[in-house]
Nanobody, 115 residues
Framework: QVQLVESGGGLVQPGGSLRLSCVAS????????MGWYRQAPGKSRELVAL???????NYLDSVKGRFMISRDNGKNAVYLEMNSLKPEDSAVYYC?????????WGQGTQVTVSS
C-alpha cells in the first residue's frame, strides 16, 4: 500500500517559518515528480511547488523567494521550507507524488499563519 505522510504543519505568526516533511512508503518515488499543493477554505487546490526526479523545481508565483522545495531520494521524502509566512499562506498542505504513472496524495497538514 502506497502512503505519503506529511508532518510539520501548525500555527505560526506572520513572518515566521515552518518546514513540512513528507515521507513516502510502499513505492519508490525517487525518479518521479513530487510536490506540494495547498487548499484554503472555499478555494480550489493549487500547486505550491514541485521537484522533478532530476531536481528541477517550479513554484507558485506568490511563494517564490519565500518557499523552497527539496527532496531526499534515499529517504523517499520531499520537504517544503516556508519562510516569511503570510496569513494568505494558511491552508491545508498536501504532499503529492507520482509513481509508476499513478498519482498519490498525502492526508494533508494544516498550516495557519495568524497573530
Amino acid at each position: 500500500q502506497v502512503q505519503l505522510v506529511e508532518s510539520g504543519g501548525g500555527l505560526v505568526q506572520p513572518g515566521g517559518s515552518l518546514r513540512l516533511s513528507c515521507v513516502a512508503s510502499g513505492s519508490d518515488f525517487s525518479g518521479e515528480i513530487m510536490g506540494w499543493y495547498r487548499q484554503a477554505p472555499g478555494k480550489s487546490r493549487e500547486l505550491v511547488a514541485l521537484v522533478t526526479g532530476g531536481g528541477a523545481t517550479n513554484y507558485l508565483d506568490s511563494v517564490k523567494g519565500r518557499f523552497m522545495i527539496s527532496r531526499d531520494n534515499g529517504k523517499n521524502a520531499v520537504y517544503l521550507e516556508m519562510n516569511s509566512l503570510k496569513p494568505e499562506d494558511s491552508a491545508v498542505y498536501y504532499c503529492y507524488g507520482i509513481s509508476d504513472l499513478q498519482p498519490y496524495w498525502g492526508q494533508g497538514t494544516q498550516v495557519t499563519v495568524s497573530s
